[in-house]
């Protein structure tokens, strides 16, 4: 592990539990005298590190807004105390992170001063060291967790400070250097932001920098695929050159993250018709189905906005250009709980999805009518993977056991079917209008699919019968599996799988429970785990 982005270091002390209490009247109600009175009497009797914590807080927030208020630079001498101490500390390798804080609350008091010159060089003598793994600061703890200052805004403060006193000619080289230098330990995907958040001022001269900045970081992207270069080209496009530069960004590199920051900032302007023009134009910039899918997403949102006819169209387009569950949970029900139009959507989705895809194909089996099919499925996974999308068992279990039995009351099988009642989701649903609140689209839940389709219906006990082996299957393939390679953290979940058969059919499951743990007595922890479960079963 890189020591700049994880440095040894004290542990800071454990801070008091925040109130709940509200304390907007008793603010409302002190005029500033009072208020000032309370801070002075308080502050003093307040530990070393919420004292430094709060003063920090105040003078910053005072020079801010304080009419005529800015603090006095420390000046030269702590320019040399602090370079000083550095060099002493990068002899020695090491340095206390008091005294570390100490010399960057030294400089952000001359950040705040404006004395931006002192500021860079206290700033760069302590953190270039730090950033570069050169000084230890104790045991092991990230930066910020070390120090009692924020490492991030002590960044944030250098690197603007290497802006505002860089010639305009240097500005750019300068500024990119100072972020590479504290890349490990402050990153800054949007510096521009990160600077204007801590300055007092507006950046100098910063419609001449952009350009520059620009053409910087375009040879930077272009020298190899680093994601900040990219991130921070984006920032400065739109910033020079709004919507119409990211446009141009996306449609040159073909980069799904830059054509993402172009949807989204088009999503951004609230309007329909273009969010849908310019997700459809990504569609074809770029190559992975994942990211297509996502672009599909927006465009089938910016449609449905729009009153368009083929918003349904756009859901099945998105389904099929990259299949998952809430794409799919979406286009069955698009036209509300019509069993015949699910049922149909379903059989067309079960010809046309990928033999590997063994949740969807389950899923659509079920909503076929085909819960034989269903079962074979689920009786031939493995017991391990169930996380992986190709795996059917999160989905078809659960999906059996209610078909069977519904989900009792404080049943184990309402325990199972839990997950079938919440949103099917993915990690980027609709990535491509994630700055907008509202609108999304509505995911609705695999049982709300489930009764619209008609399921479970009348279940002939032959079927029944088959489906119960295959759930018994199922249930030791995972036990199998994750005693055969020691997973204990999901021994409650096999044993659960167990309980929940025996559930739902106690006499033809409780000689094969029983056999099943016999011959797992070599694993204790798993049997008690079994015990605990089959002890909440339910007639």
Request: neutral net charge; aromatic residues 4%; hydrophobic residues 45%.
């Amino acid at each position: 592990m890189r020591q700049g982005a994880s440095v040894h270091g004290r542990r800071r002390s454990r801070r008091p539990a925040a109130t709940h209490v509200d304390l907007d009247p008793a603010l409302e109600a002190l005029d500033a005298d009072a208020l000032r009175r309370f801070i002075r009497a308080h502050a003093a009797a307040l530990d070393d590190e919420l004292r430094a914590v709060l003063a920090d807080a105040l003078l910053e927030h005072a020079a801010r807004h304080g009419a005529g208020y800015g603090p006095k630079t420390p000046g030269a001498e702590a320019v040399r105390e602090a370079e000083g101490f550095a060099a002493a500390a990068r002899r020695l390798g090491y340095a206390d992170p008091n005294a570390v804080d100490h010399h960057l609350r030294a400089a952000t008091t001359a950040f705040l001063a404006r004395d931006y010159a002192a500021a860079r060089h206290i700033f760069e003598a302590l953190l270039r060291p730090i950033a570069a793994a050169d000084v230890d600061l104790g045991e092991q703890e990230l930066v910020d967790e070390v120090l009692g200052v924020s490492v991030h805004d002590c960044a944030a403060r250098w690197v603007a400070s290497v802006y505002v006193t860089s010639p305009p000619a240097d500005r750019a080289d300068n500024v990119l250097e100072a972020l590479n230098a504290v890349d490990a330990v402050a990153p800054m995907a949007e510096p521009l932001a990160a600077m204007e958040r801590v300055v007092l001022d507006p950046l100098p001269g910063l419609a001449d920098f952009l350009p520059r900045w620009s053409a910087l970081l375009q040879r930077e992207a272009a020298s190899g695929p680093r994601w900040h270069e990219r991130s921070r080209l984006r920032e400065a496009v739109m910033r020079a050159e709004g919507t119409a530069g990211l446009a141009r960004l996306a449609r040159t590199s073909k980069c799904p993250e830059d054509a993402r920051a172009w949807c989204t900032a088009v999503a951004a302007e609230g309007n329909w018709a273009a969010v849908l023009r310019v997700n459809d134009e990504a569609v074809a910039l770029v190559e992975s189905p994942h990211d297509r899918g996502d672009f599909h997403d927006a465009a089938a949102l910016a449609a449905r906005e729009l009153g368009r006819p083929d918003f349904a169209a756009r859901l099945e387009t998105a389904w099929r250009v990259a299949p998952t569950l809430p794409r799919l949970l979406r286009w069955l029900l698009v036209d509300g709980p019509d069993p015949a139009a699910v049922a149909k959507r379903a059989e067309t989705a079960r010809a046309a999805c990928a033999r590997g895809a063994g949740r969807l194909q389950g899923l659509l089996a079920v909503l076929a009518g085909d819960l034989e099919g269903a079962a074979s499925l689920l009786a031939r996974a493995p017991g391990l993977g169930w996380s992986r999308d190709d795996h059917p068992g999160h989905v078809l279990l659960p999906v059996l056991s209610w078909a069977l039995g519904g989900e009792p009351p404080g049943s184990l099988r309402e325990a199972i079917a839990a997950p079938l009642h919440r949103p099917a989701g993915t990690v980027l649903e609709v990535a491509t209008t994630d700055g907008l609140e509202e609108p999304r689209l509505d995911t609705p839940a695999v049982v709300t699919v489930l009764r619209a389709a008609g399921v479970p219906g009348d279940v002939r006990p032959t079927i029944r019968s088959t489906v119960h082996d295959a759930l018994c299957a199922a249930a030791s393939a995972r036990v199998h599996g994750v005693l055969r390679e020691r997973r204990r953290r999901r021994y409650g979940h096999a044993a659960l799988l167990v309980a929940c058969c025996v559930e739902l059919d106690t006499d033809r499951a409780v000689r094969w429970a029983a056999d099943l743990r016999e011959r797992t007595r070599r694993f204790p922890a798993f049997r008690a785990a079994l015990d605990e479960s089959l002890g909440g079963v339910k007639a």
